[in-house]
């Protein structure tokens, strides 16, 4: 089975783009489209009159901060899973070394 890009078809703010990309990354690709189509619609239809150029770039500012929460998150959640394990660690040594 060939991995070699494919073109897939998405539509953003009722226009058709294509890209290629490989098969397996085809469903994310349509749902990032699907995602990015209802963040630029919403932008739209805020009443604001943007030019197509300034609502992607206020969609991509929106993505860019959702993105940098999620790291931020991520962050600190897995510094509390590390000073958990840490602490685990020590009580597990502990209870072995009495």
């Known amino acids: ?4 890009p494919e073109p897939v078809s998405v539509i953003i703010l009722d226009k058709k783009y294509q890209f ?3 098969p397996e990354q085809r469903n994310d690709l349509v ?4 995602q990015l189509d209802e963040t630029m619609t919403e932008i739209k239809d805020s009443g604001r009159l943007m030019s197509l150029e300034r609502i992607a770039l ?3 500012l929106n993505f860019s901060a959702q993105l ?5 998150a991520e962050s600190y ?5 590390d000073s958990k394990i ?4 020590d ?3 502990d209870a072995l070394n009495t």
């Open 86 to 89: 840490r602490i685990l660690a």
């Open 20 to 22: 290629a990309c490989d």
């Open 91 to 93: 009580q597990i040594d």
């Open 31 to 34: 749902e990032a489209a699907r």
């Open 1 to 4: 089975m060939s991995n070699s």
């Open 58 to 60: 206020q969609a991509a």
């Open 77 to 81: 959640r897995k510094e509390k899973i």
């Open 68 to 72: 940098m929460k999620l790291r931020e």
